[in-house]
Nanobody, 121 residues
Framework: EVQLVESGGGLVQPGGSLKLSCVAS????????MSWVRQAPGKGLEWVSG????????SYDDSVKDRFIISRDNAKNTLYLQMDSLKPDDTAVYYC??????????????WGKGALVTVSS
């Protein structure tokens, strides 16, 4: 059974930092691209960032480029999202999502339950 469990969310002041983690199980983590997707209160889903399985290629939405860094540790079956210079508009539930292939922009097929990030003073 595929499981994705996010952690690291919380309340942070504008300009602050948080690091999200996602521990994966139930599939061969190193074979699949992974993504972070978020949903702000009252809004739709927004793709944030993706990372390929093994070659280190990454991609970001323009709204987080130069502020967020996605990474993975295939030995630990863990996906990360380092979030710096956080803004109130970054407030959302952040979901870890498994890709259907190695390609960064492949459709996702499994999601975690999400981690809430609140950016507020």
């Amino acid at each position: 059974e595929v499981q994705l469990v996010e952690s690291g969310g919380g309340l942070v002041q504008p300009g602050g930092s948080l690091k999200l983690s996602c521990v994966a199980s139930g599939f061969t983590f190193s074979n699949y691209a992974m993504s972070w997707v978020r949903q702000a209160p009252g809004k739709g889903l927004e793709w944030v960032s993706g990372i390929a399985a093994t070659n280190g290629m990454t991609s970001y939405d323009d709204s987080v480029k130069d502020r967020f860094i996605i990474s993975r540790d295939n030995a630990k079956n863990t996906l990360y999202l380092q979030m710096d210079s956080l803004k109130p508009d970054d407030t959302a539930v952040y979901y870890c999502a498994k890709g259907g292939s190695n390609w960064i922009h492949a459709a996702t097929d499994y999601w975690g339950k999400g981690a809430l990030v609140t950016v507020s003073s």
